[in-house]
């Protein structure tokens, strides 16, 4: 007697060969290619007095012909100093964009706490794609406590005329900061210490002879 034939259902196929896919083209790696930009601060714990940067990169990114970026931080704690945008390979090696670029702005406010950049590749300039830093920004700690880093951006392609430039979708990584108070060192308050202890020590030996002169005198 012959067995019946098996079929197994086009749904277990379709399943069995999606879970092939991933196992070949794991989910990682797909949205690793997905464009980013991100915040990256270079002291996640900066103290009170403290300079430091931030810098503004993205990664994974196509046909890139226009950027237009705002940051956002706590004022209160944070005091910007200076902003320096990466745009143009040929003369920022490891920036963003070909030149030439046009910088329609750039702007900081410490009063608001924002700083603002759009800009975008002029004429026959060649569309950017790869990784890059956008900018750079320095900042000084004024007071202890959190401040995000708080991060919007659009990114334009570059346009094929007459159609205009399309936005790509990306994702934004915004970032924090905790400032601290300084400590002092062991060492230091040590060394502080038997500072303030040797001029009392020399104060009361100078007010204890000052006393014996007086008192022989008064005699």
Same mark, same amino acid.
């Given at each position: 007697m012959k067995k019946p034939f098996c079929t197994i259902p086009k749904t277990a196929i379709i399943l069995l060969t999606t879970c092939a896919l991933l196992a070949i083209f794991p989910i990682g790696a797909v949205l690793a290619q997905t464009p980013t930009v991100k915040v990256q601060p270079s002291n996640s714990a900066p103290s009170v007095g403290m300079t430091f940067t931030v810098d503004v990169t993205i990664s994974n990114v196509q046909n890139l012909y226009g950027v237009d970026v705002s940051l956002t931080?706590?004022?209160?704690?944070l005091r910007i100093i200076s902003a320096s945008p990466q &745009?143009? %390979?040929?003369?920022?090696?490891g920036g963003v964009l070909h030149e030439s670029v046009y910088v329609a702005e750039d702007s900081m406010s410490q009063q608001t706490g924002t700083y603002s950049?759009?800009?975008?590749?002029?004429?026959?300039?060649a569309a950017f794609s790869g990784n890059g830093k956008i900018v750079t920004l320095t900042f000084t700690v004024v007071h202890s406590?959190?401040?995000e880093l708080t991060l919007i951006t659009e990114l334009a392609d570059k346009p094929v005329p007459p159609e205009p430039s399309n936005l790509i979708n990306h994702t934004d990584l915004s970032s924090s900061v905790n400032a601290v108070i300084p400590e002092f060192s062991t060492v230091f308050a &040590?060394? %502080?210490?038997?500072?303030?202890a040797t001029g009392a020590l020399v104060f009361s030996k100078k007010r204890i002879k000052k006393?014996?002169?007086?008192?022989?005198r008064a005699i």
């Open positions: 931080w706590n004022k209160d704690i &745009l143009g %390979v040929e003369s920022h090696p950049l759009v800009a975008v590749s002029e004429g026959p300039a406590g959190h401040s &040590l060394a %502080v210490f038997l500072i303030l006393n014996v002169a007086l008192t022989v």
